[in-house]
């Protein structure tokens, strides 16, 4: 058993302007839920993490404004630190990443403080979130937590996974 990766690319509305500092979006409410409609809810429940990429402008592309950043090696060298602290983690289980955890074991391996729990609770009734959507946020926080090299799910890991459920959010409409 293992994590299945799948990405899907596409705007968040149909002129692609959603959001762009540099030009404006003509779309009406109900193009762009039209838009986003086309893709189902219980597709995008599979899916663990949905965000928005702003466009890139000219000169951070050019390198003269590029954005201070780790370098590959550090974060190559967390990615292997997090990897590790999972395989340990599922030890004995024949599970190899976050990401192919059961809901049993999400129970056991991804425990989260009442302040997480409250603003989880907020974050899926203000969104509409399923109980899918709820494993997998919890999944991200753990991986999260696994990549700070933190031993617990902190309300930070939590709120940066429920960040990247973009498409869940209602503001589309």
Same mark, same amino acid.
């Given at each position: 058993?293992?994590?299945? *990766? *799948?990405?899907?690319?596409?705007?968040?509305?149909?002129?692609?302007?959603?959001?762009?500092?540099?030009?404006?979006?003509?779309?009406?409410?109900?193009? +762009?839920?039209?838009?986003?409609?086309? %893709?189902?809810?219980?597709?995008?429940?599979?899916?663990? @993490?949905? @965000?928005?990429?702003?466009?890139?402008? *000219?000169?951070?592309?050019?390198?003269?404004?590029?954005?201070?950043?780790?370098?590959?090696?550090? @974060?190559?060298?967390?990615?292997?630190?997090?990897?590790?602290?999972?395989?340990?983690?599922?030890?004995?289980?024949?599970?190899?990443?976050?990401?192919?955890?059961?809901?049993?074991? %999400?129970?056991?391996?991804?425990? %989260?403080?009442?302040?997480?729990?409250?603003?989880?609770?907020?974050?899926?009734?203000?969104?509409?979130?399923?109980?899918?959507?709820?494993?997998? %946020?919890?999944?991200?926080?753990?991986? +999260?937590?696994?990549?700070?090299?933190?031993?617990? @799910?902190?309300?930070?890991?939590?709120?940066?996974?429920?960040?990247?459920?973009?498409?869940?959010?209602?503001?589309?409409?």
């Amino acid at each position: 058993m293992g994590a299945r *990766f *799948f990405r899907y690319q596409q705007n968040p509305q149909p002129c692609g302007f959603w959001n762009d500092p540099t030009r404006e979006c003509r779309c009406s409410p109900l193009q +762009i839920q039209r838009y986003v409609g086309r %893709i189902s809810g219980p597709l995008l429940d599979r899916i663990d @993490i949905h @965000i928005d990429v702003p466009a890139v402008k *000219f000169r951070e592309l050019a390198g003269d404004e590029a954005p201070e950043t780790d370098s590959s090696e550090t @974060i190559r060298q967390r990615v292997i630190n997090a990897r590790e602290k999972q395989l340990s983690r599922f030890r004995g289980e024949k599970l190899f990443s976050n990401a192919a955890m059961t809901p049993r074991m %999400i129970r056991k391996h991804c425990q %989260i403080d009442s302040a997480s729990e409250q603003m989880l609770e907020r974050a899926m009734t203000r969104q509409g979130l399923s109980a899918r959507a709820y494993d997998r %946020i919890l999944k991200v926080s753990r991986t +999260i937590a696994d990549l700070e090299g933190a031993e617990r @799910i902190f309300s930070t890991h939590v709120s940066e996974a429920v960040g990247y459920r973009s498409l869940d959010r209602t503001y589309w409409t």
